[in-house]
Structure formats: C-alpha cells, structure tokens
C-alpha cells in the first residue's frame, strides 16, 4: 500500500484541480447570496524577534484537513440578532460577530467586537466545488490560556509571518492562497501597532479571484492583473516570463509559491 499523501500535497492537488471548474467572473460573484461566507481572526502579539501571529492546525480530515489557519469558521443564523437586522446589516458587521464566536469556541478567548479591524475579503473563484467568502480581521492578542477544541483544532503555535512562510517553501506546513497572502503581508510590519495601523489607513483589501493555468502551474490573479479581466481570460503569463504591465498574483505551481504585486 502507498504511503498516504501528506497534506501539503492533498492541498495543492485541491487548487490544481478546482481551476478546471473555474469559469469568467460576473459582478455579481463577489457578493453572491448563494454561497457561504466565514470569518477569521489574525491574532498578533509582539514576541522577542518581532511580530507575532496566532496560528492553529486544522485536523487531518474535512475541507482544510491538515492545513495551518487562523481562527475562525462559518457565519452561523445566530451570528445575526434578528431576521430584520439579516437583511439590513451588512456582510461585514455579521462577520465580525461571528469572527468573535468562533475564536471562543475554537480556542477559547473573549474578544472584543469593536476592536477587530477589516484586513480584507477574499471571495474564491467562481465556479469552483468549494466556494467560501471569507473576512479576515485583525486584532492583538487577548489575555489568558488558550483552550482548544480537541475536534476542530491539533494544535496551535506563534509563529513569525516570515517563519510560517518559510515552512510552507519547504513543504512542511500546509497553507491555502489566502493565509499565504495575508502571512505575506504581514512581515512588511515589525510589530502588532504597525499591522493595525496600515490596516486602519488602508481600508479593506477586496480579493476577488481570477483561476488560470500558467506554464507552470495553477496561478490565482486580484484586481490590479492586466490579466485579471475577462478579456485576458485563458492562459496566464508565468514570473519566469518577460512581464509587462501591472502584476497582483500568486504562482502556486511549485514550492516556494511566488507572489508579484507592482502599485
């Protein structure tokens, strides 16, 4: 019998084989009712080399088995107060509450509501098997032990962006686009007050994501692309390629994943 496929393999094969289901994005994809919406929650502290952030290890089963994440989960019917305030509220606020549900639930911290600042939205490829809409939130570490549900978390562990990025190039550690990008982001700043405060001024970051196949692999592409729109569709020029123009993508071929953004 072959030994088992390690997660990091499992993932990858995932996206490559999610962008055959891919299709050209419609404006209406990025707020489509029809498909779930999750929230996570980047915890950051300021450890003895700089940055920190809180990740946890999903177990070796379900959607995400085996990957490295930040807490979080699906909105849920109760994330809204009332059946008025779900049709009147927007995505965002909803999100956050249930950013702060599921960061109790899963490892056991209070937050705050009003202290989580809007990182990004990301909405998947439209198309694809699995369509998740997720918020991304950031906020500094809350006080106490963490306590761990024993059947949506193995472990958790602080990790410097960088380091966390650095295990995934060598295969060691299972991450998906998103994570990969906001881990990214997140060594451009030395401390926790410098992430917050870039995030604040900055706004929310929208990832609305475009699937195509390059020579080298699947290749996820945000607005900013030239290759973004649906006029570019098919085939995505490769970093190793003469580039011209303006670049927001993730070459996801082959470890370790490249990420070019040119402003």
Known sequence: MPPPTPPADRALQALAD?????????????????????????LMRDG????EVLMIERP???????????PGGKLEDGDCL??????AVAEEAVARRA?????????GLGLDADALVTLSCWDPPPGIALRI?????????????????????ETAE?????????????????????????????????????????ARLGGVQRFETVARRGGEGPILLWQGDD??????????????AEASGSRHRLEIGALPWRYQRTD
């Open 158 to 198: 602080w990790l410097r962006p960088a380091d966390a990025l650095a295990r995934h190039g060598r295969g060691g550690f299972t991450l998906y686009p998103p994570t990969w990008v906001t881990l990214h982001g997140l060594t451009a700043h030395p401390d926790a007050e410098s992430a917050l405060g870039a």
């Open 48 to 51: 003895a080399e700089g940055l």
């Open 227 to 240: 290759e973004w729109d649906a006029d570019a569709a098919g085939a995505a020029s490769d970093a190793g």
């Open 82 to 87: 009332t059946d008025a305030e779900a049709e």
């Open 133 to 153: 809409r997720t918020w991304f939130f950031l906020t500094p570490a809350a006080t106490g032990a963490l306590t761990l549900a024993a059947d949506e978390v």
């Open 18 to 42: 999610s962008i055959g289901g891919s299709r050209t994005r419609r404006p209406e994809d990025a707020t489509d009712p029809a498909i779930p919406v999750a929230a996570t929650v980047v």
């Open 99 to 107: 950013a702060v549900r599921e960061t109790a639930e899963e490892i």
């Open 60 to 70: 070796d089963r379900g959607s995400f088995a085996g990957a490295w994440v930040f």
